[in-house]
């Protein structure tokens, strides 16, 4: 069910009052579903909201068709490395790369890391505010709940039945036990006959 | 009848009820072993750090999750299908009693000897007295004796209903035009309650049924007592 429009000729009156209201409600109802679905691509994914979370955002443009870089925790190894283009300084420290790694310092060990990877294990598995967020409006919702069942029961529950009353519950109890109703591992088990009293 | 926020089952007034409830509880043991065995993967597979992208095939493991149902569905079926042969045993019952759904109530027909029936209205809750069942109480009950088998048929009068009394294991639905048969033995002398179990109409919740099992001699007095009164 599209919202496509039936094709119209000029010269005829092809779509009635009821149609062209349906039509109406169609196109409403797909604008409608549009607004929901970028609202809830806005909320879960956007990026204000991921950044906000405390989550790493990237700006660029992905072209799958090309090798792409990627911080996984199951790839070790990606396919290309983080830094593509090399300037004169990264290039020198390439090279020294290639002699015995003894003589390189720390520093240098760090920032030839950084050339082939953009995160460290530590950072990519590094947690997040999301959760925060999310049971937020989760007590929100319940909140809101507990709003509408109170304002139910003020305004639109009838009275309940005089059997839920104190006294008929009392009554009622006391016969439940005098026919012995549930007697193996029921209520009557739970009543000192003797004693006349609950045990 | 069931207490307030009752979960389980009303404790047992029949031979077969009591086994039902054994087996409830042997069906429900491996349910919780298999869940909570389910529910321990499923978080291991959650909390897991370590990834394995190249498994193939494992034929080990899929010899056992294909034995291993089959033993438990055996575990299972066994103690259900000994229950369900039980339930069709032959026992010569003392009395035959008719239950006919109507809308919206029961009629009873003790016909062994002499001709007896009755109808069982439900007690409308304004007419109850402090003490009694909300929606379960009726005018007539339907009395039958202790520790005999009863042989019950149950039909109906217009639309489908179903004959139930929970405690006693037995439901059945009551069809017009056709005549089912269910059989029960009363182990201790109560009064047990159950309710319309087949969407009948507006009032589908308001025609209980009720139990009243009595020693022989109350049941013979009762029932004289009944043949004089209608």
């Known amino acids: ?199 | 009848m069931a207490t307030p926020l009752q979960l389980g089952f009303q404790d047992a007034a029949s031979p077969v009820m009591e086994e039902l409830v054994h087996f409830h509880d042997h069906a429900l043991m491996v349910v919780y072993l298999i869940s909570s065995f389910v529910l321990y993967i499923i978080i291991t597979l959650v909390m897991m750090k370590l990834t394995n992208k190249h498994a193939h095939d494992s034929q080990e493991i899929e010899i056992v999750w294909t034995v291993l149902p089959a033993i438990i569905l055996i575990v299972v079926a066994l103690p259900s299908l000994r229950i369900l042969y039980l339930m069709d045993e032959i026992n010569n019952p003392h009395l035959t009693v008719k239950a006919i759904g109507h809308q919206w109530y029961w009629s009873y027909e003790y016909t062994d000897y002499k001709d007896l029936s009755f109808d069982s209205y439900m007690t409308p809750t304004q007419d109850l007295t402090p003490g009694q069942f909300r929606l379960l109480e009726v005018d007539h009950r339907m009395v039958v004796p202790t520790e005999s088998p009863i042989r019950v048929l149950i039909t109906a009068d217009d639309v489908i209903h179903s004959w139930t009394v929970p405690s006693m294991g037995v439901k059945m639905d009551a069809v017009p035009g056709r005549l089912n048969q269910t059989t029960f033995i009363p182990s201790r002398p109560g009064v047990y309650y159950g309710q319309c179990s087949e969407i009948c109409g507006a009032n589908h919740s308001f025609m209980p049924i009720v139990i009243e099992a009595v020693p022989l001699k109350h049941f013979e007095d009762w029932s004289t007592s009944m043949l004089e009164f209608t």
């Open chain 1, 1 to 199: 069910m599209g919202n496509e429009t039936p094709a119209r000729l000029p010269h005829v009156r092809t779509t009635s009052r009821a149609q062209s209201l349906k039509l109406k409600m169609l196109a409403s109802q797909a604008v409608m579903r549009g607004l929901q679905r970028g609202l809830w691509r806005a909320l879960s994914t956007g990026r204000c909201v991921q950044a906000a979370h405390g989550k790493e955002v990237s700006a660029d443009v992905l072209d799958c068709s090309q090798p792409q870089y990627c911080n996984r925790l199951d790839t070790p190894l990606p396919d290309i490395p983080f830094v593509r283009s090399l300037n004169a300084e990264q290039k020198k420290l390439k090279e020294k790369e290639k002699g015995p790694w003894t003589k390189l310092t720390k520093e240098e060990k760090l920032a030839l890391y950084r050339l082939s990877y953009e995160l460290t294990y530590a950072e990519m598995s590094k947690s997040s505010n999301e959760w925060k967020t999310v049971i937020g409006a989760i007590l929100y919702f319940l909140g809101f709940t507990g709003l509408v069942v109170w304002w139910q029961r003020l305004y639109v529950y009838g009275d309940v039945p005089q059997t839920l009353s104190q006294e008929w519950v009392e009554k009622q109890t006391k016969r439940m036990l005098d026919m012995r109703t549930n007697p193996v591992q029921g209520i009557s088990t739970h009543w000192d006959y003797e004693k006349n009293q609950w045990k």
